[in-house]
């Protein structure tokens, strides 16, 4: 009981922290905006669950399954990284040596944290099944509410999947080596290749569209057994059928829930390979006794310079007492922003290794040799996703380090700090997307080429406003990947800011008005923030 006591409080005291924020309601009303797009009305142009030339009618069936498939799909992804921070907040509250001082036991601690993970997914499904509910009544095309189908695919696809992310969440951050950009990159290529091989697995969405697909080929022989998901374009209108829901025999509740104790093995994996608090800001036991005993060379050392310094304070007095303003060496000002744009490029190279450069030079050649079509619909993908961890710096950096006061006190800091951060950047994203450029100088599509100009300036444009505005290099991250696997990885038409076989200069033009827009945004941002000190 103690311990179930333990884990409770940490729990409680961890979801009462984030769902204070103002964050957190935003996080709900955007979650609620997807539920109600992943019900499109029938003459909107785009649907969300296909298959080949139908979909279903939004009956309680239908509606609870498309929206528990996007929804499992959509929040795998982005509810990873919306809760992978709590034990990184212990660590950057200092509430490391309240815990540190107490015998809570690491598993109960993860347990805590996992439990708090997943109630603030369970709370965002819960809006969304609200949400599912009154999407089929505002669609209207069948008014008759049938609460287990509509609701069965959440509590048996959804929700089991938010135990794994929670404890996945817990895991990662229990490692030090996967808390940063390198754990998100790994959990995203891991999301890639399961929402890409779903049929190879018996707990994912196929659980679902296998039974939807099954059922329509009884219904229509001619089905060619094609589907898809996601937000995706109508050449023309869909046929309708009627999909009942999936029969949910013991047998397939039992796999479903399978999923919780494999959460559990994550996190008793992940009290395992947790190594506390020691190494960190808030040390315990023997890192604690470091600590004192730095703490006291650290004493001791001040004290022999307080001492040196006092005792060469007579033999320097008479030298200060002589100096004069006149004697000083004038002030000069460089109005050149290049230096500054020189030492930005430097900071955001500086953790770069030769294995960096090298991976990024054989991508850049593999855009001149590969056959065309390769090289513009995977390479050139791949070549803009390498330096996410270098963009992501951009407008985070000077807070991350404590040193925006001092660039505040330089002179038109807003202006020309903001402006040298973007160029760099700009360098930095042509320098990497150089191999595609020059493979459509030599093919000579100047559409494309297009394409290429708006992403070289959206890129910088948005990491730059994410840095800014959110003061975290995490937002950038977050939302370029998502971006990036939404648009250019899986072509999304409105998302692929790197064009695709239906490419218009049209969208280029706008990808290049809205980093104009993230400027703007930013510049404003910025120069609000210098006025208020």
């Known amino acids: 009981m103690k311990a179930l006591r333990t884990i409770y409080h940490i729990a409680r005291a961890d979801f009462l922290e984030r769902v204070r924020q103002f964050s957190f309601l935003v996080i709900l009303g955007l979650n609620m905006l997807a539920a109600y797009f992943f019900v499109p009305p029938s003459d909107a142009g785009y649907v ?7 979909r279903g009618i939004y009956n309680s069936a239908w509606v609870g399954g498309s929206v528990a498939i996007s929804t499992t799909l959509f929040l795998t992804l982005f509810g990873f990284y919306l809760v992978k921070s709590s034990i990184q907040r212990d660590d950057r509250n200092k509430v490391g040596p309240i815990i540190a001082a107490t015998p809570v036991e690491k598993l109960h601690y993860l347990l805590g944290k996992a439990c ?23 669609r209207g095309e069948v008014m008759q509410v049938e609460l287990w189908p509509l609701l069965s695919p959440f509590l048996l696809l959804t929700l089991p999947f938010m135990f794994v992310v929670a404890a996945l969440a817990v895991l990662f951050e229990s490692l030090k080596v996967l808390r940063g950009m390198l754990g998100n990159v790994i959990f995203f290529i891991l999301f890639i290749g399961f929402s890409s091989s779903s049929s190879l697995f018996g707990f994912g969405t196929d659980v679902i569209t296998s039974d939807m697909r099954n059922k329509l080929a009884l219904l229509h022989p001619d089905y060619s057994g094609d589907y898809g998901s996601g937000i995706l374009i109508l050449d023309k209108p869909l046929k309708l059928f009627e999909w009942n829901g999936v029969d949910w025999t ?45 703490q006291s060379v650290n004493i001791s050392d001040d004290t022999v310079t307080a001492t040196t310094t006092s005792a060469s304070a007579s033999s320097t007095e008479s030298e200060r007492t002589m100096l004069r303003a006149t004697s000083l060496a004038p002030v000069q000002l460089q109005n050149s922003i290049v230096p500054l744009i020189r030492a930005e490029l430097r900071l955001m190279m500086k953790s770069v290794s030769l294995g960096w450069f090298v991976i990024a030079a054989i991508l850049a050649v593999l855009c001149l040799v590969l056959p065309f079509t390769v090289s513009m619909n995977w390479i050139w ?28 006190s330089s002179p038109r800091f807003v202006s020309r700090q903001l402006l040298a951060v973007w160029i760099a950047g700009l360098m930095l994203t042509g320098l990497t997307g150089s191999g595609m450029l020059i493979r459509l100088l030599l093919e000579g599509d100047t559409e494309t080429l297009i394409y290429w100009l708006s992403a070289v300036i959206f890129i910088p444009s948005l990491a730059l406003a994410a840095g800014v505005l959110t003061h975290t290099k995490r937002t950038f991250e977050v939302l370029y990947m998502i971006l990036w696997y939404l648009g250019p990885f899986n072509k999304m038409p409105l998302l692929n ?19 104009i827009g993230f400027l703007l945004i930013t510049f404003q941002a910025r120069r609000r923030l210098a006025q208020n000190g």
Request: aromatic share 14%; hydrophobic share 55%.
């Open 48 to 54: 969300t669950l296909y298959m080949d030339e139908y």
């Open 116 to 138: 708090s993970n997943y109630t603030v997914l369970f709370t965002i499904v819960s809006v969304i099944m609200l949400m599912s509910l009154t999407m089929q009544l505002v």
């Open 250 to 294: 013991s047998g397939l509740i039992l796999q479903q829930l399978l999923l919780i104790p494999a959460a559990f093995v994550f996190v008793v994996l992940a009290a395992l390979l947790f190594r506390g608090f020691r190494g960190s800001s808030f040390s315990a036991g023997s890192g604690g006794d470091a600590a004192v005993k730095r």
């Open 381 to 408: 993908a791949m070549t803009w996703i390498w330096p996410i961890v270098l963009w992501s710096e951009m407008g985070s950096r000077e807070v991350r380090f404590r040193t925006h006061t001092l660039v505040a």
């Open 497 to 515: 800011f790197l064009g695709g076989e239906s490419s218009s200069w049209v969208k280029g033009t706008l990808y290049i008005l809205i980093s």
